[in-house]
């Protein structure tokens, strides 16, 4: 029975014990190897029964630290067998080393610190392919759509004598929709978990968009490319 392949969030792990690794391989003996076999393991990421007993066993988990470090365009020598997501991630710690470093750590606090509340609802790709992965994608988007969060939003901005439009594109759902887009916006919150950790959340943090420009803020075009700030997308639809 093979193992399902590594997904992103994993990769993040192991990559972060490379880079702090000074880019090289850890051993199967190295204690950070068997903590983080051990955390893999509880990660709820794969389905128990998709799994042989020798999943993300201390020998995968390093077998994978010396494809991470192969991967590095640095090295010497042919990469081992790593695929094409293991490049991405290399690719993002060497653009975002500080960043991706972050997500690394939050996804072990999230994985130790549990329960996982995580929405019950189908993998949605654009989490599959987040920059910091999979478990920060999905949580980034629970809290987005705190309802408390969002009506404080809504509530300022119309206070302030604005109107549910889009901040990049000024698109209203009840001018397109009429009374069915009425009081309908989404609330994106600007800053990644990780970087925000789970502080208090301000308002002026949050933004109004559309879904269209929401999902454009959230796509990873590429690997070495971090989030699109509404204001960045902004300037890339006038341009
Ligand atoms: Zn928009
Ligand atoms: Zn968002």
Redesign the pocket.
């Known amino acids: 029975m093979r193992n399902p392949s590594w997904q992103r969030d994993e990769l993040l792990l192991a990559c972060a014990l490379v880079v702090q690794n000074g880019w090289k391989e850890l051993r199967e003996n190295d204690l950070q190897v068997m903590d983080l076999s051990d955390l893999l393991q509880v990660l709820p990421l794969h389905p128990v029964e998709t799994r042989s007993v020798k999943f993300r066993s201390t020998g995968s988990v390093s077998r994978k630290t010396t494809d991470l470090a192969t991967a590095h365009p640095s090295h010497q020598g042919p990469p081992t067998r790593g695929g094409r997501l293991d490049k991405e991630v290399v690719a993002a710690f060497i653009a975002r080393p500080e960043e991706m470093l972050a997500a690394a750590e939050r996804i072990r606090n999230v994985a130790v610190n549990g329960p996982f509340q995580l929405p019950a609802e189908p993998p949605d790709p654009d989490d599959e392919a987040a920059p910091e992965g999979r478990l920060l994608a999905r949580l ?2 629970a809290r ?1 759509r705190d309802p408390k969060l969002r009506a404080r939003k809504i509530k300022s901005v119309l206070a302030a004598g604005g109107s549910l439009r889009c901040e990049v594109c000024d698109f209203s759902f009840a001018e397109t929709y009429g009374s069915l887009g009425d009081g309908y916006i ?4 600007t800053l990644p978990l990780h970087v925000s950790g789970e502080t208090t959340t301000s308002l002026d943090d949050l933004a109004l ?1 559309c879904s269209n420009c ?1 999902r454009m ?2 796509r990873s075009a590429s690997p070495e490319e971090p989030w699109r700030t509404p204001t960045a997308l902004r300037a890339l639809l006038t341009n």
């Open positions: 980034h988007h987005e989404e609330v994106h919150h968009l929401h803020c959230h």
